[in-house]
């Protein structure tokens, strides 16, 4: 065999895993479809502006070992990430703090905003859907003004429908902090996140432009092992039916003013504006570029040929993502890893995290 493993897939799984083999003198070949390596993190200067291609990504994390990992890679800047909602022109702050209740009902004093919470919260034990997640977390108003227009437009479907963690991750405080994590590390690695897939890449062979399923069986035959971080279902020839995807559309543009909306991230979270958010990505690094770029995200139900970027975890593609993954585990000379191959609302430190515990077992410590 030439090389020990053919990892599909240049995004941060891919490029993890691939250090980490090439630190223990194993022999990568690293392929990818795209025209570029870094999957759906891949960045690419625009006027000066590191443009985050395939959507915003904000490095947080509270996993030392894996901030102290990526730190190797790139300096990350102090971006702590605020997004300002506006639904219908009214401007509020997020995550739900007490900026966004005085915005709401003119309360300062923290208890007064938890009473006007209370007296509108659903009262239910286990929440079963994310409306009622919503609906026992904030209460109607928040609900309706901040989560359902938005939740609707990025998932295509009722709230009714769709599970109850996607907002868990969403904090609800009480005193006035506007950063959207929790976490204790956040931050933009200095120079967009591309360098940091090319450094982790370095040492191994990389084939852009070339797509897996063409010459599977000639590719398998290259290498002891794969790793497969691309579409579950693909693998399998969608023999239990497809998994459904959201996928994104992006409608860029340079505007000749240095400064367009004061905020990276802008989200619109009435049902009616057509686009869910506008990021002006010079924020992430507190650019003074002359000019700014900005993109509209537009959220559509994946078909085949787009890219997929947010697994639907509705009960329906998680019944069926658990045959796919029961062939997986059969599997002796294939490792499945990422969002796609896992079929995981994941975040980037959990892909890291997962790609560094992969490989310590299966290469061991340094
Ligand atoms: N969300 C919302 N209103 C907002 C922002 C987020 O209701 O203004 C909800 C929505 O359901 C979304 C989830 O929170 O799917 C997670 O949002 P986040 O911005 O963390 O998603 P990502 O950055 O991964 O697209």
Redesign the pocket.
Known sequence: MKYDYLIVGAGPFGAVFAHEATKRNKKCLVIDKRDHVGGNIYTEQVEGINVHKYGAHIFHTNDKEVWEYVNRFATFNRYTNS?I?NYKGEIYN?PFNMNTFYQLWGVTDPAEAAERIESQRLNCEEPKN?EEQALSLVGRDIYEK??QG??EK??GRSCKELPAF??K??PVRFTWDNNYFNDQYQGIPVGGYTPIIEKLLEGSEVRLNIDYFEDKENFDHMATKTIYTGMLDEFYDFRFGALEYRTLQFDSEVLDKPNYQGNAVV?Y?DQETPFTRIIEHKHFEFGTQPKTVVTREYSKEYEQGDEPYYPVNNQKNNTSYLSYKELADQETNVIFGGRLAEYKYYDMWQIVRNALDTARNELGEV
Do not use: D, E, G
Request: glycine share 0%; aromatic share 12%; net charge positive.
């Open positions: 997004p909602a997020l994310l901040l989560i938005y939740t990025q998932w996607i907002i991750r969403l989200n979270t």
